[in-house]
């Protein structure tokens, strides 16, 4: 079982930079891929980019390539959503995701198997 939680959410103006994290415990078998992904209001749950956790390779929408940079810390159990150049597009709840099922597309939330709680940004015009 895996347990994350986000943090570092906030309201920004565009333009500006926001740093999330995610801390991860508990079934250290299950960090496969580690992936964010966010929702906006009456939206579908989006992809935004997944950081393999053996190798620290890492991919993205195209929404956010170029502006966003996933990273993760091993010694601190970590992963880090960074995030610059924000636009009010870009708001949202973002959540961190564990533990991809075999098999299962990576842009695809119901491939995976535990999630954050959720953290907010706003980025206001």
């Known amino acids: 079982q895996v347990q994350l939680v986000e943090s570092g959410g906030g309201s920004v103006q565009a333009g500006d930079s926001l740093t999330l994290s995610c801390v991860v415990s508990g079934g250290t078998s299950n960090r496969n891929i580690m992936a964010w992904f966010r929702q906006g209001l009456g939206n579908e749950r989006e992809f935004v980019g997944l950081i393999k956790w053996s190798d620290a390779s890492t991919s993205y929408s195209d929404s956010v390539t170029g502006r966003f940079t996933i990273s993760r810390n091993k010694g601190k159990n970590t992963v880090v959503l960074q995030m610059n150049s924000l636009k009010p597009e870009d708001t949202a709840v973002y959540y961190c995701?564990?533990?991809?099922?075999?098999?299962?597309?990576?842009?695809?939330?119901?491939?995976?198997?535990?999630w954050g709680q959720g953290t907010r940004v706003t980025v206001s015009s």
């Open positions: 995701a564990a533990d991809r099922r075999f098999g299962s597309p990576d842009s695809e939330a119901r491939s995976y198997r535990f």
